[in-house]
């Protein structure tokens, strides 16, 4: 069974980070795939939130400049999540 839970963006962050620091060179292919999947499908959740937070500012825009700009924004960073995912 498959459960989601919350981790708080500062420790995911971190977590991200530390997986960029560490050299897998030396381990075997087996372990260099799943490392790449575990850090690939987190770079993915990074840009989903990204992703969330850019359509909330179009919620929130206070104008119609304000709102165009951040519909940009979103687009960008959807047409980015498609490219990378």
């Known amino acids: 069974m498959e459960k989601n839970v919350l981790i708080p963006l500062p420790l995911l962050l971190r977590i991200i980070e530390l997986l960029e620091y560490w050299d897998i060179s030396e381990y075997n292919r087996a372990i260099r795939e799943?490392?790449?999947?575990v850090q690939q499908s987190l770079a993915v959740k990074m840009q989903k939130l990204e992703l969330r937070d850019a359509y909330?500012?179009?919620?929130?825009?206070?104008n119609?400049?304000?709102?165009?700009?951040?519909?940009?924004?979103?687009?960008?960073?959807?047409?980015?999540?498609?490219?990378?995912?």
């Open 64 to 85: 119609e400049d304000s709102r165009h700009d951040a519909r940009i924004d979103y687009l960008w960073k959807k047409s980015r999540l498609r490219a990378d995912g």
């Open 56 to 62: 909330a500012k179009i919620i929130a825009a206070d």
């Open 34 to 37: 799943e490392y790449d999947d």
